[in-house]
């Protein structure tokens, strides 16, 4: 019997206890008990024929049927450890037979279960476009079943497990290939701990293979807990003080590292998954303002929401019912929306924003300038700040065009009550050209970057920051 290298855990002896078979058949067929393949196993074994060449097989059969139907494969890799100072043979046994009996209760249809060696099994199903979506779902689930409690002669064991999994065509196209894949994968998911779940890992310089997870893993990242908020201030030109800050989603990928906004954000809005990550921005951005405010710390915050959680969702009511869960005044919370947003479905935004605004919510209309029809809908909109796109503030020392757009828009914004933002400042000359316009509150790189929010109470929470020391 080997030992892992953790201490307390020894590898579960599955050698002889089941050998490559396909998931139950239905009762009343031939050969429906899941352990027949026990004795082939050992045949095989005395035969000196290594399971892994046997899995091979099941994989080339798999591939070929996935090459038939022209769809999609995904192989999970399933790697078992047991707990135990000392296990005896008979006990490990019967442990290796539950822990099948669960495999196959994961598995389903057309699902095959097989052993690759003493501790390691692989389950392989057709996949459609989504498989990579499949193989995180059937990792769950795997390690979920294999996690509950065994009884084995009286003894309580604990199962860990861990998971690798590749898929067929994006990783690897022949068996060997695609098994070594999921190797590499299972290798990494024990590296990270037990119980953990690895893909393929995406190889540095491989733009394909990384827009090709956040596809494939965007739907559930917030169910996931893999969102987190950084917050950009806003600050007051004239004294250098922080007036708020921006909340900006970040997803903390398990293999990309931090993925900005601009990779996903625009995939969930047409993807139809915009909605969960929208609301549990708002959530978290909620719980942190009650932080905050707990630490002593009065700071707004500003929440972006898109043009179809106005369409999908009741999404005045859900903003109300959040700031009143995490018992956060309205007044503390600032909507920012894109002009695109309000031109879907205008009278449905304006009848929302103005039930927002009734309760003291602020309203900001975001990148400012790059709609058809901005000067109009000013005066229709319940706005409270224009935040004027970074596209008109770069340069603007430099570019005489910039600098009038900036002028007239800061105008037309005074003379109807509304504050203006610079977005976008990436230099002490914007900073300069914002103030000679009468600009007198910006964001931007050169002010103060996206932060976490415990960077940000330690930076910026104890007093004003003094212009030019935000960016340090």
């Given at each position: 019997m080997r030992r892992s290298v953790a201490a307390g855990i020894v590898d579960l002896g599955l050698a002889g206890a089941v050998g490559p078979i396909r998931a139950p058949r239905q009762s009343g067929s031939s050969g429906s008990n899941p352990h027949d393949g026990a004795k082939s196993s050992v045949a095989r074994k005395a035969s000196g024929l290594p399971d892994r060449l046997l899995t091979l097989d099941r994989i080339g059969d798999a591939l070929a049927g996935a090459h038939r139907s022209a769809r999609g494969l995904v192989l999970l890799l399933v790697g078992v450890?047991?707990?135990?100072?000392?296990?005896?043979?008979?006990?490990?046994?019967?442990?290796?037979l539950e822990a099948t009996d669960r495999l196959h209760g994961v598995a389903s249809g057309e699902a095959i279960v097989a052993r690759v060696s003493d501790n390691t099994f692989a389950l392989m199903m057709a996949a459609g476009a989504r498989s990579s979506a499949l193989g995180s779902r059937m990792a769950s689930r795997v390690l979920e079943a294999l996690a509950r409690p065994y009884t084995v002669s009286g003894r309580a064991l604990r199962v860990n497990a861990s998971v690798g999994s590749?898929?067929?065509?994006?990783?690897?196209?022949?068996?060997?290939?695609?098994?070594?894949?999921?190797?590499?994968?299972?290798?990494?998911?024990?590296?990270?701990?037990?119980?953990?779940?690895?893909?393929?890992?995406?190889?540095?310089?491989?733009?394909?293979?990384?827009?090709?997870?956040i596809r494939t893993q965007l739907d559930g990242a917030a169910a996931r807990d893999e969102l987190e908020l950084h917050y950009q201030p806003k600050f007051d030109l004239s004294t250098g003080a922080v007036t708020g800050v921006e909340a900006l989603v970040r997803w903390r990928h398990p293999q990309l590292g931090l993925v900005a906004p601009s990779r996903f954000i625009p995939l969930a809005e047409s993807n139809g998954v915009i909605a969960p990550i929208g609301e549990w921005v708002l959530a978290e951005a909620c719980r942190q303002v009650r932080r905050w405010q707990d630490e002593g710390i009065q700071v707004p915050v500003g929440v972006n929401v898109s043009a179809r959680q106005f369409r999908e969702t009741d999404l005045a009511g859900d903003i109300l019912a959040t700031l009143g869960e995490h018992r956060v005044d309205p007044h503390w919370i600032e909507i920012e929306l894109t002009e695109s947003a309000v031109m879907d479905d205008t009278e449905r935004v304006v009848a929302a924003l103005d039930r927002l605004k009734a309760h003291g919510v602020r309203i900001a209309v975001d990148d400012f300038g790059?709609?058809?029809?901005?000067?109009?809908?000013?005066?229709?909109?319940?706005?409270?700040?224009?935040?004027?796109?970074?596209?008109?503030?770069?340069?603007?020392?430099?570019?005489?065009?910039?600098?009038?757009?900036?002028?007239?828009?800061?105008?037309?914004?005074?003379?109807?009550?509304?504050?203006?933002?610079?977005?976008?400042?990436?230099?002490?000359?914007?900073?300069?050209?914002l103030r000679a316009r009468g600009c007198n509150h910006a964001q931007g790189y050169f002010l103060g970057k996206p932060t976490s929010a415990a960077e940000f109470a330690a930076r910026h929470g104890a007093a004003p920051v003094l212009l030019g020391r935000a960016s340090s």
């Open positions: 450890d047991v707990a135990a100072a000392a296990t005896p043979s008979h006990d490990l046994h019967a442990l290796a590749s898929t067929f065509p994006r990783d690897a196209t022949r068996p060997d290939a695609l098994l070594e894949s999921a190797e590499r994968a299972l290798d990494a998911a024990r590296r990270a701990g037990p119980n953990s779940y690895r893909c393929v890992p995406v190889q540095a310089g491989s733009p394909v293979e990384a827009d090709m997870l790059t709609g058809y029809a901005s000067l109009s809908y000013l005066t229709r909109l319940p706005v409270d700040v224009v935040k004027i796109d970074q596209s008109f503030v770069q340069d603007i020392a430099r570019r005489a065009d910039n600098g009038a757009i900036v002028l007239a828009i800061v105008r037309l914004a005074r003379n109807l009550g509304i504050e203006v933002i610079a977005e976008g400042v990436e230099t002490g000359r914007d900073v300069v050209a």
